[in-house]
């Protein structure tokens, strides 16, 4: 594998969203936080993003959550529609989900999975722990979210999820792949605001921080915070060998992005690491 496609936070709406009940019109409203409910403008979006990720001569897309504005069935099912429509091979493609695709239930994602997104369910995130092994990349696909009120955006990282992927991240077998974590949320704390962190945060992210800290060769590509991110990863003192370069890395938004052109990020992989080439348009 040599090229990474990288694109998140689509915010696919119901395609009646119109004729959908008053109950999601209003919720879409809410969470869309201003932004215009578009169903058509937003699967164009997609579309398009999809066919920049193609053309980029990516091997691989990861798409880091967010597929959906409320983790409603229509939506998910329009979602697939637009992947498959994109003619992009299944196993080409990992998706997780996003604190918005869980708003309407917590079984939601699973149902997806089971159902309209069948075809893409065996490189993305599953059960905790998974790995996808494309050639010399292990992407380690993690569900961050919880059910909770459209009030709150935040994510979990639990014991659980950490107890199965240090194990992934400190396997000899994966000793000389590049590892990447893709999820949702990011693993940084708001420091001086302990009430955004309850609100929007990443619980249990320092499990994440301690496993950057001890494996240089672990990156993280992420989504939910709707522009690009590049962070440097502090080391430990025993592995402070290694060059301070980014490893944990946040793509725009489809939504955000103008009809005509989304972009999407790419990365290449050179010496077992990610490096941002930047963002493409079509
Ligand atoms: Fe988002």
Request: aromatic share 6%.
């Amino acid at each position: 594998m040599r090229r990474i496609a990288h694109l998140s936070d689509v915010h696919t709406l119901d395609p009646q969203t119109r004729r959908s009940g008053a109950r999601y019109r209003f919720a879409t409203k809410f969470v869309s936080l201003g932004r215009a409910i578009d169903p058509k403008s937003r699967a164009r979006k997609l579309a398009r993003a999809l066919v920049a990720a193609k053309a980029s001569g990516a091997d691989h897309i990861v798409i880091t959550g967010d597929l959906t504005e409320m983790g409603d069935a229509t939506e998910f099912e329009h979602f697939a529609n637009l992947l498959d429509d994109a003619r992009i091979h299944e196993d080409a493609v990992t998706l997780v989900p996003g604190n918005h695709d869980a708003y309407t239930s917590g079984a939601a994602w699973r149902r997806a999975l089971e159902g309209p997104l069948k075809r893409w369910a065996s490189a993305s995130a599953t059960e905790t722990g998974k790995i996808v092994m494309r050639g010399n990349v292990a992407f380690l696909p993690i569900d961050t979210t919880c059910f909770q009120s459209l009030a709150r955006s935040g994510g979990m990282f639990t014991p659980e999820a950490a107890r199965a992927v240090r194990a992934r991240v400190e396997d000899r077998a994966l000793r000389d792949k590049t590892i990447v974590l893709v999820m949702h949320h990011p693993p940084f704390i708001h420091h001086k605001n302990p009430v955004a962190q309850w609100i929007d945060g990443l619980r249990g992210c320092t499990h994440v921080l301690d496993m950057l800290a001890r494996h240089p060769h672990v990156q993280i590509l992420h989504g939910h915070l709707h522009r690009v991110v590049d962070r440097i990863a502090e080391l430990r003192q025993n592995v402070l060998g290694v060059a301070n370069r980014a490893r944990i890395f946040g793509a725009p938004a489809t939504v955000d992005d103008a009809d005509d052109a989304p972009r999407v990020r790419l990365y290449d992989i050179r010496d077992g690491a990610l490096e941002s080439v930047g963002l493409f348009a079509m």
